[in-house]
């Protein structure tokens, strides 16, 4: 049973910086792709950031410039470091395998950013 913890929320200024943490157990965490996803209040989840096994990194366009997902294979841990936040980055980060996603999801973790 592949378990998803996710930490590092909270609330911030527009302009602040937030670093997600998601530390995975009971899975071979190193050999997949792995992504932030984030879903707003009426709105679908949609993909932030990915990253290979490999280290390889993706962006949507929203995010680039100013997110940064790496991991540490050794602690079955991935991060997303946030700068510039935006109002409009207000939202439940979670991650998950990239791109067909585990069965199940953490809890995630709220990013409230105030203008």
């Known amino acids: 049973q592949v378990q998803l913890v996710e930490s590092g929320g909270g609330l911030v200024h527009s302009g602040g910086s937030l670093r997600l943490s998601c530390a995975a157990s009971g899975t071979i965490f190193s050999i997949y792709a792995m992504g932030w996803y984030r879903q707003a209040p009426g709105k679908q989840r949609e993909l932030v950031a990915s990253i290979t096994s490999g280290g390889s990194t993706n962006y949507a366009d929203s995010a680039k410039g100013r997110f940064t997902i790496s991991r540490d294979n050794a602690k079955n841990t991935v991060y997303l470091q946030m700068n510039s936040l935006k109002p409009e980055d207000t939202a439940v980060y979670s991650c998950?395998?990239?791109?067909?996603?585990?069965?199940?999801w953490g809890q995630g973790t709220q990013v409230t950013v105030s203008s």
């Open positions: 998950n395998r990239y791109p067909r996603a585990f069965g199940s």
